[in-house]
């Protein structure tokens, strides 16, 4: 210990004597893991479990009916009314939930503001509340299909109605009243794993959810897909028509009900076949969050293709340090050989560059959080849709410490061992 | 000058030349692409659309209130916001739209010709075409000429129709589509006067750009109706086509015009086409943005380092330096010496730079939409690396020059 804080003051005051040069070194290493470091920030956001404790049990539903395309086109991921319904009716699941995103325009129905909040609409079927675990606050779900009863998220609650219980209060969307029977806690989803398919998996969760038959019957406006001949004319209209917008999730805890719900999709897809739709080659598919968010490749290719070239940059910024310190320790040599000459052997002299290292890579580290942080503000202003996907949490902020450390060592260790392996007679000359 | 001393030297410093030499070549690379990608970028910026695009703004609105389900109401409300916006001054002219040119996704629908045999598989570019519905003169306020037969009249439209015949299927309308969509729909006849799935054509227009990201022909395919869609629950759009020199003036007072004439509507972006084209590219631009401020800090690491080099060798070789002096070099043969250093560095970087550059290259163009690099682009960015390194040698170079004779003869 004590050779230590002997070997630490000598690099401090090293350090002091150099130290335009170690500025120079450690600010441009610094700014190298920064930028790598505020890319993870963004790809380790980007590409996280939103429900790790069952991300393996909840899957998503792809059904492979979609009439007039190519044979090996990819399944798409949207079901028309009665697909979904056939899939709320199974038994197999834990859990099941359809779903469909809408949007209105609502307030409170006794506020004397006329003023009306955007809202964005989740209707949906009552397993979605145990499947994806969204947290009450007050209150619970609807308990009726048909029922004009909603649940509210706690940023609309805030926004509303200043927060606190609103359970009993009533919205007024469309000119209608709808009853909140349920406020959700803070919920933070990311990514909101069962709304990535539409580009928007780094949204927050939503305003209101609502039972879908409730939303389709009041005509909340829906993303349709229909390649038919079906005249659709309005929202509620799609109930046994040929219009695709639902999605389905199935919570299967155990093989043997995923076994079983495979098996029941492949029923459903024969059973249509025999009324004569066309089939493609393409199975029905079961896909769990993880492998329905590659799928939906939810990670920025451009922040991939970024990541590749600040790996470079990174490594650019390595070669540059461990040759400055290359000439730093040729120039120090004389010191290295003198320290030999007294008694210090090889290993000691290489200890006491390690505690250089370590000091290095400490100041490196602090510089790289400021720079990291710098360079992600930068990014968010270049990419204003990475604001929802670019958090610092304690895990980046130790893996930024840990990235400097490592790589001041790296930096370090060539010149380092140059500077060891310097023979005494050579210096002593 | 003598190429062997130098390459002696330098196998001196076999690691520290190595190191500079990669640093060298990956900062070639990087910058070669990041120029590709900025490239790319300016070029889809510039790129002719082939409509008026300097002179309209557009308008995303959406109604808040549950009065706006009577159709009948939502019309008029919209033929008065029109009347209103066309009376600003500085305003030419101005339509509603159900979607607007320079998007993703949209309302879109499969084309074909109404006698397509029912077993024929449809071109997957006819399955997605964009159908816009506007008021008669949607074509003309884009700034869209008619090239073909005749523009939409009051009788083509069918908003009425629409919202009151029980089947709709029953509506035959007109429409004027796109020149390389009637040729796609129809490719051995003329298509004017023919009908489709979606209606009789009556008019053909000279394309313009309406799907920039889709990658074929389908890029300028569009179906242009006349019909004032009113659909409480959906986004609607206006075009407003202003004179020149008036649009920033005109934008300013659209929001209250509109909601001067019914407040209960959430105007969501009031932007000019040429706003909306950048915003449609702001990733990509972002993109170029951040490789070019990774390609500066390469840049200027690269100098850095440059000049420790050569600052590093001028304090390793005084000895020597002060012997050639000695031995009669003058002072510019010093400096061409450290220059030559540096110089021969960047060449040995150029070379293995061809191949950082065509790896970085393959290695994007994996996850993203990349051009391939060019010998033009290359020699720039060698030019620009062995400037930026000679002027990083310079202060090293000269300061070499100051290394006295007399060197020699104190440290022999």
Known sequence: ?429 | MNIKALFKALRLRKFATTLLILQLSLTIGLMVNTVILTASTIEKLNKPLGFDVEQLITVDLMPTSGAYRDTDYYQSITQQDIAKISAIDGVISAAHYNQLPIQRGGWNGNMQAADFPEDAVLPVELRYVPQFYSSKIGLENLGVEIIEGRTLTDADDITKDFYTLQDRGKIEQNIIITQSLAKAIFPNRPALGELTNNGRVVGIARDFTISPTRKGIDKTFGLFGNFMYSQADYQQHYVVRVEPGKLAQVQAQLSDTILSVQAERDIIRVQSMAERLKNFYSQDAGLASLFGMLSLLMIVVTVVSSFAHAHFHVTQQRKFIGIRRALGARKKDIMLYVFSENWLLNLGASIVGIATMIGLNIALSQVITIEKPTALLYALAVFVVFVSGSLATWLPAYKTTKISPVIATKTL
């Open chain 1, 1 to 429: 210990m004590e050779m230590f804080n002997y070997y630490l003051k000598l690099s401090f005051r090293n350090l002091i004597r150099n130290r335009l040069f170690f500025i120079l070194m450690i600010s441009t290493l610094a700014v190298g893991v920064g930028v790598f470091l505020a890319n993870i920030a963004i790809i380790k956001s980007m590409s996280s479990d939103p429900i790790p404790y069952k991300s393996d049990r909840i899957f998503n539903v792809s059904l492979n009916i979609w009439s007039l395309d190519n044979p090996d086109a990819e399944l798409i991921e949207v079901m028309r009314y009665n697909d979904a319904m056939h899939i709320l009716k199974n038994d197999i699941a834990t859990h099941t939930m359809v779903h469909y995103q809408s949007k209105v325009y609502t307030r409170d129905i006794n506020a004397k503001s006329l003023t009306r909040h955007q809202a964005i609409v989740r209707a949906t079927t009552q397993g979605f509340f145990p499947l994806t675990d969204a947290p009450f606050a007050f209150g619970g779900v609807w308990q009726q299909d048909y029922a004009k009863q909603i649940v509210i998220g706690d940023t609309f609650n805030q926004q509303v109605f200043g927060g606190g219980n609103s359970v009993g209060k009533t919205l007024e969307i469309g000119g209608k009243p709808f009853e909140i029977v349920g406020v959700l806690k803070p919920w933070n989803l990311k990514p909101v794993f069962y709304n990535a398919a539409f580009d928007q998996a780094f949204n927050s969760t939503d305003d209101i959810y609502a039972p879908i038959e409730t939303a389709m019957d009041n005509e909340w406006a829906i993303d349709l897909r229909n390649m038919s001949t079906d005249r659709i004319h309005s929202v509620s209209d799609n109930r046994g028509k040929n219009g695709f917008f639902l999605q389905a999730f199935v919570q299967l805890d155990t093989l043997e009900q995923k076994q079983l719900m495979q098996q029941y999709l492949d029923n459903y897809s024969q059973h249509r076949k025999a009324q004569g739709e066309y089939l493609r080659a393409n199975d029905n598919r079961l896909l769990d969050v993880n492998e329905w968010l590659t799928h939906q490749k939810v990670v920025d290719e451009r922040m991939l293709a970024f990541a590749l070239a600040s790996s470079l940059f990174l490594a650019v910024c390595i070669f540059n340090a461990s040759s400055l310190l290359l000439a730093r320790y040729h120039s120090a040599r004389f010191e290295t050989g003198l320290r030999r000459a007294v008694g210090a052997r090889m290993k000691d002299v290489f200890y006491q560059g390690v505690v250089e290292s370590m000091l290095i890579g400490s100041c490196c580290a602090v510089l790289t959080l400021l720079f990291g942080w710098l360079f992600l503000q930068i990014s968010m202003t270049l990419f204003p849709a990475l604001k929802q996907t670019s958090d610092i949490d304690i895990t980046l902020i130790l893996m930024g410490i840990g990235i400097a450390l490592v790589t001041s060592f790296i930096s370090m260790l060539y010149p380092l061992i140059r500077s060891c392996r310097t023979s005494l007679s050579t210096t002593l000359k």
